[in-house]
């Protein structure tokens, strides 16, 4: 089995009972080389995993309570409950005596689930991956790490990337792990963090995530994941952050909103 990094970085290893002792990376950081905030919520997951029955991570809530540094983590669980179909744990991640995220997280099972569906949308409309443009050419940004570890591909590039916010903060993409690793349902509660915030293309400078909710909605097929990004509201410094990944079969797989703080 091949070693892919975000296994390898979102490892973690039993101490106690509901205590485990994990790392925060310093290769999956944003502007600032501050850990970037789903790279924390995989830790957390991974943690819970390994407490609760059910497979897949299915409704996720993450409060970040203050920036990580690169280095010793531990992630302390509790299982609130555990039913028929759903089983909720917390995670509490922390680093020396200071706690960094909480998260509280209902998990099932994806592949049993059934029911009535209608779907009112759709995936994006985007050309084939091989069509669109890497906008960063194969190379990293410099000081985000993250960036060289999942690619993007668009139809267009936005106007931030060139210098020129064009004030539309909407963005329809491909995105992967670039060394090939296949999504799974929990690499989508965290990947819906790991692209830059929309709120770049009308001149935001950084954004940090005060709360994320994320909705797991089906196992991924392998391949590109197609995302949609937005921005609505900026409204004294805060701004919220919807995100959908559709799979490669056109299946809506994930959802997620977000508040988050702009630089003062």
């Not at 409060?63 to 280095?71: K, Q």
């Not at 994320?214 to 004294?236: E, K």
Request: aromatic fraction near 6%.
């Amino acid at each position: 089995m091949r070693d892919y990094e975000f296994d390898r970085d979102h490892a973690v290893t039993p101490t106690a009972d509901h205590t485990y002792r994990t790392a925060v990376s310093d290769r999956w950081t944003a502007i600032g080389g501050v850990p970037n905030g789903g790279h924390l919520l995989a830790l957390c997951l991974r943690s819970l995993s390994a407490e609760l029955p059910q497979p897949d991570p299915v409704a996720v809530s993450a409060h970040f309570l203050r920036p990580a540094t690169p280095g010793p983590a531990v992630v302390e669980t509790e299982l609130v409950r555990s039913g028929r179909r759903f089983a909720t744990g917390e995670a509490r991640l922390r680093q020396g005596d200071k706690e960094i995220v909480r998260v509280l997280a209902s998990y099932g099972d994806l592949g049993a689930a059934g029911g009535p569906s209608e779907l009112l949308g759709g995936p994006p409309e985007l050309p084939a991956p091989e069509d669109c443009v890497d906008p960063l050419n194969g190379r990293g940004i410099p000081g985000v790490s993250i960036s060289e570890r999942v690619g993007i591909r668009l139809a267009t590039v936005p106007g931030w990337i060139t210098g020129t916010p064009g004030k539309d903060p909407r963005m329809e993409l491909w995105a992967r792990f670039t060394d090939g690793r296949e999504p799974d349902t929990w690499a989508l509660a965290a990947f819906v963090d790991f692209l830059p915030p929309v709120v770049f293309d009308l001149g935001a400078t950084g954004s940090s995530t005060i709360e994320l909710s994320v909705h797991v909605r089906r196992r991924p097929a392998p391949g590109w994941l197609a995302c949609v990004a937005s921005t609505r509201f900026v409204q004294d410094g805060l701004h919220e952050e919807d995100f959908e990944i559709w799979d490669s079969t056109g299946n809506l797989v994930a959802q997620s909103r977000q508040l988050a703080l702009l630089p003062a």
